[in-house]
């Protein structure tokens, strides 16, 4: 089963969702849009959705840099603007930090002039180019439905090279469809299919964290029961891959938490979509199972903050304690009375891998009930400091540590 | 491909200027009078900013939309995107079937499609007003989501368009068509 090819069930997807949520009678046939789904009726008048994405990046002057507090030591200055939605980012071989955007449809590079930075363009019009990933002079992008490249683009940045196909036959289910994209130490390329629903039984191909060859060969399920990771990383030592995972909506304010996972060994099951948090079954989808039957989550996040950005740190610039400590970039919640999230935390591992701590490392965006930012992913630059990209501002903060 | 001009706050003026050549077709004030062409008075800034991006980068297209967005900078966008949003929109004139409507007001409770564009269907931030608008519009856009050929932001319409028949179609459109187009708040 886990061979099965992922382009043959994807059409099974919209069935799947013209169903919806089975078991209320009253309720119309058709299934309501993909944030709205599995809402119960109890709260069909709730005002919540989903925090509007911008259609243009703030100005510098309308960005309020001074309000992100950061431990002492550390300073934050704004590093790059006017990158629309900007999200995750990568570097090249040559000194070109690679950004990518969801919904704005553009991967940008952004050159370094030292004080300045230079913005351009490179592709645009793509389908939720989430995910980016650099090796060999090759940058990957990962779409909805396919991963591409671009040979040598870091030597043709004002006339990029065509997009050449690598994997092309992912599912086109745009509810958590776009991808995060990743090298492993193995080489391989790293990536989400997520659960194209809030809460569904998703078909076999989806919620998993999945692997394929960078020549396109060798495609396969890492971890299944993945609701929608868009974030992970490989411990420096142990080379154990870490992962963030969303959780579902809709069951309250403090229910269930957003997860942060070890995939120790492939093949695992975390959960999705009969167990959240790794001890509390579905009201609906958990009947007859039981969490013991799937992996834990080593931490509890905590609930609706939408954990992105999976980072270990691995620089010389910061205070000694910070090396391998884990920076964890939260864009915030919407499915939540009060709003939680907004910040960058930072998880400090024990000799075992456990936890000895999660704390905040930046945070701001959040002023009372006002948003101005949402973090969503961080980038180490070669100095030891640490970039923040906002997709909310479309920009990039650099935090540095000052003795 | 250039960098991004810097964002600023939205002129409103500015964007009265630079709305002369929508005219001919959009109408002075953004209420339309050409059948297939819709009223973007009152429309949500988000909305009208994200559209125009879309014919920009190619993911939605017209062939009269594409060219006229295709040398817009952001700051154009952002300026159009106010003027639009602060006009009246007034109701287009439409022979509707009160069959249709009533069948429509029905399919739009099923389809949920107060969800997003809110009760009325005003609309607000990236998700467009309904109420009021051009009839042979509304059909022809949702007969392009259902054909996945209408680029949407998030795919929240194509999937939503899936399961309607092209009788559906014409009765949400015929619904839709005989709401009051308050403007968005």
Redesign the interface.
């Known amino acids: 089963m886990f061979r099965t090819p992922v382009m043959l069930l994807a059409v099974a997807v919209v069935l799947v969702l013209a169903l919806g949520p089975l078991g209320e009678a009253q309720q119309p046939a058709q299934a309501p849009p993909p944030w709205k789904q599995g809402q119960p009726s109890s709260m069909a008048d709730s005002s919540l959705a989903p925090i509007a994405q911008p259609p243009a990046p703030k100005a510098p002057g309308e960005i309020p840099v001074d309000k992100i507090k950061v431990p002492a030591g550390f300073k934050v200055s704004l590093w790059a603007h006017s990158i629309n939605n900007a999200r995750v980012m990568t570097w090249g071989e040559k000194g070109t930090l690679f950004v990518s955007s969801r919904t704005a449809g553009n991967v940008y590079a952004v050159v370094d002039n030292g004080s300045t930075r230079d913005v351009k363009v490179i592709a645009k019009g793509l389908n939720l180019p989430n995910g980016i990933a650099f090796r060999n002079g090759t940058l990957y992008i990962a779409e909805v439905h396919r991963i591409t490249k671009m040979v040598g683009i870091e030597d043709k940045l004002d006339n990029p090279p065509a997009m050449e196909a690598v994997y092309e036959t992912l599912p086109k289910d745009l509810p958590h469809g776009w991808k995060y994209l990743a090298f492993g130490p193995d080489g391989k390329l790293y990536f989400n299919i997520g659960a194209p629903c809030n809460i569904c039984i998703p078909p076999d191909t989806h919620a998993n964290l999945s692997r394929v060859n960078p020549d396109g060969t060798g495609f396969e399920y890492v971890a299944h029961g993945v609701r929608n990771s868009v974030g992970f990383d490989w411990h420096p030592v142990t080379k154990n891959l870490y992962f963030t995972t969303h959780a579902r909506d809709w069951l309250g304010d403090d229910m269930p938490s957003d997860r942060f996972d070890i995939a120790a060994k492939k093949g695992q099951h975390f959960g999705f979509p009969y167990c959240h948090q790794g001890d509390t079954l579905d009201p609906e989808f958990g009947k007859g199972k039981s969490c013991s039957d799937y992996e834990k989550p080593i931490l509890k996040t905590g609930p609706h903050v939408a954990g992105n950005g999976v980072q270990f740190y691995t620089g010389s610039m910061f205070p000694a304690e910070y090396k391998n400590r884990v920076f964890l970039a939260q864009r915030g919640s919407w499915n939540r009375s009060q709003k939680i999230g907004f910040r960058v935390m930072m998880v400090t591992l024990d000799a075992k891998g456990g936890i000895a701590k999660y704390e905040p490392f930046a945070e701001g965006w959040l002023q009372g009930d006002q948003v101005w930012g949402r973090p969503v992913y961080t980038q180490q630059m070669k100095d030891g400091s640490l970039l923040i990209a906002d997709d909310y501002a479309g920009a990039i903060y650099r935090v540095a540590f000052q003795r | ?9 939205a002129d409103l003026e500015a964007g009265r200027r630079k709305s002369e050549p929508c005219k001919a077709c959009h109408g002075a004030d953004g209420n339309a009078s050409i059948p297939g062409t819709p009223s973007i008075a009152g429309q949500p800034v ?1 909305f009208t ?2 559209q125009l ?2 014919y920009r ?3 939605r297209k017209d062939p009269q939309m594409s060219p006229m967005a295709a040398n817009l900078s ?1 700051t154009d ?2 300026d159009l ?1 106010a003027f639009y949003a602060s006009q009246r929109p007034t109701p287009r004139p439409a022979t509707t079937e009160p069959a249709k409507v009533a069948a429509g007001r029905e399919l739009a ?4 499609c107060v ?2 564009h809110r009760p009325g269907l005003v609309g607000h ?2 998700i467009p007003r309904l109420a009021g608008q051009d009839l042979t519009y509304l059909i022809k856009l949702l007969r392009g989501f259902k054909a996945q050929t209408a680029g949407d ?4 319409m ?3 368009a ?2 309607l028949s092209e009788s559906d179609i014409e009765s949400l459109a015929h619904y839709m068509a005989t709401l009051p187009p308050a403007p968005a708040p």
Do not use: N, V, Y
């Open positions: 491909m250039t960098a991004a001009a810097p964002a600023r706050a988000f900013h994200w991006i879309k980068d190619g993911r952001d966008m952002a995107a409770q099923q389809h949920h969800s997003c931030e990236q932001l998030d795919g929240t194509t999937t939503a899936q399961p």
